[in-house]
């Protein structure tokens, strides 16, 4: 079993739709999570960062964590064209100064 | 704030040769940390280096190696290069206080390393 499953899609959606993106992880050392945004011929940039069970809203984005699960997901809102990229979920290892990324699922708002 | 900057930023290489990509992360940042991205294997961790320091290495062939100078700059190598190693390499800088990996890292735009 992989330590970190995201869908790698794709997944097309049209303009104003709501994005929903997961990850399951198994790694219950895992304390903290991101997501990662990388556009086309780019490195990937942090989107959000959580460290605890519940929901995490900035803006357009809401991350959503459920530690009993080991599943974590963003949510976009009102999308738009320029929220085409693939989306990568990361969690930091527990003293051992690295990340694990899921697959990453690639996103694109069709206008 | 200047980013993270990567050189080169594309590279064609032929089985067997050997390749050296450098990083030089954002001032004031001591760690490093590489990543080789692929289709099929996604984003899998390399190694991190600290204050010129080794601190982990990911599960990768002994061909694969790093360094960093006195002034946070690295460089990772690539000898006896293979089909396989072509990918897309990242290099990411942050401050490294953080043992739990859990600061924010920020990615260079990569090298994308073509073998033949």
């Known amino acids: 079993q992989k330590e970190v499953e995201q869908d790698p899609g794709p997944l097309s959606v049209p303009e104003g739709a709501i994005v929903s993106l997961n990850c399951t992880y198994s790694?219950?050392?895992?304390?903290?999570f991101m997501w990662y945004r990388q556009y086309s011929r780019k490195g990937p940039e942090l989107l959000m960062y959580t460290y605890s069970s519940g929901n995490k809203e900035d803006g357009r984005f809401t991350a959503q964590v459920d530690k009993s699960s080991k599943y974590i997901s963003l949510f976009i809102r009102d999308s738009q064209p320029s929220d085409s990229a693939t989306y990568l979920c990361a969690f930091p290892g527990s003293n051992d100064y690295k990340l694990s990324f899921g697959a990453g699922t690639t996103v694109t708002v069709r206008a | 704030k200047a980013g993270v900057t990567q050189t080169p930023r594309y590279l064609i290489k032929t089985r067997g040769q050997q390749v050296t990509l450098s990083c030089s992360p954002i001032s004031g940042h001591r760690s490093v940390s590489w990543y080789q991205q692929t289709p099929g294997q996604g984003l899998q961790f390399l190694f991190e280096y600290f204050s010129e320091t080794q601190r982990n290495k990911g599960n990768f062939p002994g061909r694969f190696s790093g360094r960093q100078f006195s002034n946070s700059r690295s460089e990772m190598n690539v000898s006896t290069l293979e089909l396989g190693d072509s990918a897309l390499y990242l290099c990411?800088?942050?401050?490294?206080?953080?043992?739990?990996?859990?600061?924010?890292?920020?990615f260079g735009p990569g090298t994308r390393l073509l073998v033949l």
């Open positions: 990411a800088s942050s401050l490294g206080d953080e043992s739990s990996g859990a600061e924010t890292q920020y």
């Open positions: 790694n219950s050392a895992f304390q903290y």
